[in-house]
């Protein structure tokens, strides 16, 4: 499931958790412990929503607020 999320992101350069899980369905918690794993290998890096919409509503998922990003060459 590693590669299928290097795959994933490589190809797609963003996703958020449940992009990911849904593409692999897969429990998204089942997928984070892996983001973190390949977040601390330097292959992909976490980053905010840069989004000027957001009013702090809470009516999305925590997981759909945060990106992972491919930054391995």
């Known amino acids: 499931m590693l590669k299928d999320i290097q795959e994933y992101l490589r190809k797609h350069r963003r996703a958020c958790l449940n992009d990911l899980a849904v593409h692999l369905n897969a429990d998204p918690r089942a997928i984070a412990p892996m983001l973190e794993?390949?977040?601390a290998r330097g292959r992909i890096r976490r980053v905010g929503t840069e989004t000027k919409n957001c009013g702090g509503?809470?009516?999305?998922?925590?997981?759909?607020?945060?990106?992972?990003?491919?930054?391995?060459k």
């Open 37 to 39: 794993m390949l977040a």
């Open 57 to 72: 509503c809470t009516k999305c998922l925590p997981q759909s607020l945060v990106l992972w990003e491919w930054v391995r």
